[in-house]
């Protein structure tokens, strides 16, 4: 089994937890790393006790085609290995030339408001929302987190992925991220603000993509004769993360903030992503936009007809003209049903098709 997720969002602490009586390697400490790439197959088979996990696997590419031969050796003995990484595009590259039908992947994501409910320490969504989904974050100053965890992304794990990037340059696209949240991507006009060829940001943007920081949604297409929306949108995927970049250090700052409708949308998609995930692992998100502004905030397409279509509002009050044209962005995508999310502790059907509802009543709710 593969665990990728961005760093430091909990995948060594669930493996070390929930399979603690397994042996247990980092592979990006420097001693481990140099006996394992002069032979991982015998590291390997000297330190397997029933189970073996390898934390940030892809820093020792050699490890792969050695389990590929421990795992051939005996394919009746399955769950023996949990490969833990914070690199999508390594890892993968490197599971499918050497690890194709022999190991599954999930991606361990942020926390998501049922988790913070029900943990410990309890947390409401409100601070889930200033702090962002990392665990260190969210307990403690999300602002002191943030920096360190960028410092080291920007001088430690782009190198190791080969990014030669400029940290003051890195540092300036994502605060120009966070100012543009939830817009539409268009490396041109972000290139020519940072003085750089819309090619390097293309790369950047993939980079921070890969590492689990940005998130693209496409457009959803349907041929119905309208003019949609091509580009991608893109989010900075942690709220913690945006409000950082952005100087935001509490609630009331944020409630007074003009990035707050994009923060909350990047909120609510994020948390329902990561559940429609989980419940519906062949499920694709979208959004949907036709050049005449017609617009809703996430389509959910799980295939076989199953589309929704849901609108974010940060507002709290009833807004039957939103409501009315999620109908319209409904019909066209051919979505089932529709709905509205909003902060207000409550439901009510608005039009029909579509009902309004409250996050805190959507938490433990999928459509």
């Known amino acids: 089994m593969l665990i990728l997720g961005a760093r430091q969002v909990g995948k060594t602490t669930l493996a070390r937890q929930v399979l603690s009586k397994l042996p247990y390697c980092d592979l990006e400490e420097p001693r481990l790393r140099e006996l394992f790439t002069a032979d991982p197959t015998f590291q390997i088979s000297e330190r397997e006790r029933g189970g073996l996990i390898l934390d940030e696997a892809q820093s020792v590419p050699s490890v792969f085609p050695a389990l590929r031969g421990l795992i051939d050796a005996d394919r009746k003995r399955r769950g023996r290995f949990l ?211 017609e617009e809703a905030d996430l389509i959910l397409d799980r295939g076989g007809g199953e589309v929704f279509a849901i609108e974010v509002k940060a507002g709290s009050g009833t807004d039957l003209d939103a409501a009315t044209r999620l109908d319209r962005c409904a019909r066209d995508a051919g979505a089932r049903r529709a709905w509205v999310i909003g902060q207000a502790p409550r439901s009510e059907p608005l039009v029909r098709g579509v009902e309004r509802r409250g996050f805190e009543l959507s938490v433990d709710w999928l459509p």
């Open 83 to 293: 490969l833990l990484g914070s690199s999508r595009p390594e890892l993968v590259r490197q599971v499918s030339e050497s690890l194709a039908g022999r190991v599954g992947i999930v991606e361990l994501e942020p926390l998501t408001a049922i988790e913070t409910r029900r943990g410990s320490p309890r947390l409401g969504w409100r601070r889930l929302w200033l702090a962002g989904g990392f665990p260190d974050a969210v307990c403690g100053d999300f602002r002191e987190w943030w920096e360190a965890y960028l410092r080291t992304y920007i001088a430690r794990d782009l190198p190791s992925l080969g990014v030669a990037a400029e940290p003051l340059l890195m540092r300036r696209l994502l605060t120009m991220l966070a100012h543009q949240q939830g817009g539409l991507f268009n490396a041109s006009q972000l290139g020519a603000s940072l003085g750089v060829s819309y090619h390097t940001v293309q790369r950047y943007v993939d980079i921070l993509e890969q590492t689990f920081l940005v998130r693209r949604l496409t457009p959803y297409w349907r041929n119905i004769g309208k003019r949609l929306t091509k580009a991608p949108k893109l989010y900075l995927r942690d709220t913690g993360l945006l409000h950082h970049l952005l100087n935001i250090a509490s609630s009331a700052e944020l409630d007074s903030h003009p990035v707050r409708g994009a923060s909350w949308e990047t909120f609510v998609l994020e948390d329902l992503l990561r559940r429609e995930r989980l419940a519906h692992p062949h499920s694709l998100g979208h959004f949907w936009r036709t050049a005449t502004g």
